[in-house]
């Protein structure tokens, strides 16, 4: 992932510093020198035989011309240019940019108004529209706060700054985020991510809320991914490298592989992705294969990385376990996986809970190679590799008092289980989120 540039300020920190000395450099204007040896600079709107009518930026005078003792007069553009600085330096900014459109329609090159107007226009949207909605951040309006910065995102959707709103909506809905999870509404908190990754998808921020709401669930070992994730993002979060290193003794690296076997490895290596994703579309109507093959790959991360990561991933979750483990299960849909000893069990529980019963054979082959005892570092267990979480999840739902502990390791439970959840992961829980997919 290629490291951000957190500090969307630093942009306008060097344009105002480039500005700020194109300012201290000579901007010529109308002067006037009195009788007693004021010098007043601005802008000759009026003149007559008697009299001149003098603009500045405090006020607007007429001088008699025998109080006068000189008058420097210079173009428009030049007088325009100086008062509209002025007004800037004053902070009056809606009159610094009607001088600074003045004195482009009066002839200063484009590349001075530009930058100009490029100030005044950060500088008034930041000191006046921006710090409104700042103010309902601050307390803590979250929602309504969206609506603002949302509100000045499309007025200001082609402006420079507009990566500046971007990152304010995402903190906004990062805010949603732990609000509705601390109010026992987990669903709700995983979409608010999903709109802050959406606003700003390299906010190391938004994955340590991720990951710290994902450890509040006893999800670890996914909670481990999303610190991976936001370091990637940000290297100099030095606590951060303690708690992940912590994690890793216990759990491994996250962006490693788990419970796939030697031969799908090998298997895997033999064989393209496009090509596999090829073979598969062949048996798939053109209308349909994009739908279905979308709806396959996010059942998919789903299952491997959490219900909780495909949603604020919007169905694209970017862990390298991930998009490995997708590869595998495509790659022995493929093939004739050899009969073996729980076919019968497979073939019952899938057609009972409608799903494939040779997806569930490529899961099974992928996770544990049918082995019933497998037990990841994850601490996911049998034949599907479910945990702990899943699996009280899942047999709450079947109506069922079976212990984790006692059963997990039972083939046909283990199957019951896994088909069970692959049927509410798709027919319940992803139509919430993706209903144009499952539909």
Known sequence: ???????????????????????????????????????????????DSHSITFFTPETTIKLNKSNIIEIKREPKSESFL?????????????????????????????KTFDERLKQVTYLGFKENELAKADKI?????????????????????????????????????????????????PNAAYFYLQRALKYDPFSYRVHNTFATILSKQGLNQQALREYQESLKINPKQSD?????????????????????????KIADAKIANIQARKELEKEIPIKERKLKNDALNIL??????????VVVYDGNVTYVETKQYISNV?????????????????????????IDKNLVK?????????????I????????????????????????LKWDYDQYVFDPEKNITVGCHYLSWLKSKYLPTFFGDIFA
């Open 1 to 47: 992932m290629i490291q951000r540039n957190y500090n969307y300020h630093l942009f306008f920190i060097v344009l105002l510093f480039t500005i700020s000395l194109s300012i201290i450099q000579v901007v010529y204007a109308d002067e006037v020198t009195l009788s007693n040896g004021t010098h007043i600079k601005g802008y000759i709107k009026e003149e």
């Open 82 to 110: 100086y008062l509209a600085d002025e007004f800037l330096k004053r902070k009056l900014y809606r009159y610094a940019q009607e001088y600074y459109i003045k004195a482009n329609e009066a002839g200063i090159d484009k």
């Open 137 to 185: 951040f601050e307390e803590k309006k979250y929602q309504k706060a969206v609506d603002e910065y949302m509100s000045l995102l499309t007025k200001y959707s082609d402006a420079p700054f507009a990566d500046e709103i971007k990152e304010k909506i995402s903190i906004s809905y990062q805010k949603l985020a732990e609000n509705a999870f601390d109010h026992v509404d």
């Open 240 to 264: 951060l490298q303690q708690t992940i290193a912590k994690l890793e003794v216990q759990y491994g690296k996250a962006d490693t592989l788990r419970n796939i076997s030697i031969i799908t």
């Open 300 to 309: 998919l991360q789903a299952y491997n990385a959490g219900p909780a990561a």
């Open 330 to 354: 495509n790659y022995w849909l493929q093939k004739d996986i050899n009969r073996n000893t729980y076919d019968e069990i497979i073939e019952k529980y899938a057609e009972k809970f409608d």
């Open 362 to 374: 490529a899961i099974i082959k992928v996770e544990s190679d049918f082995n019933p005892g497998a």
């Open 376 to 399: 990841s570092k994850a601490n996911a267990r049998g034949l599907m590799q479910i945990t702990r979480t899943t699996w009280n999840d899942t047999v709450e739902r079947l109506g």
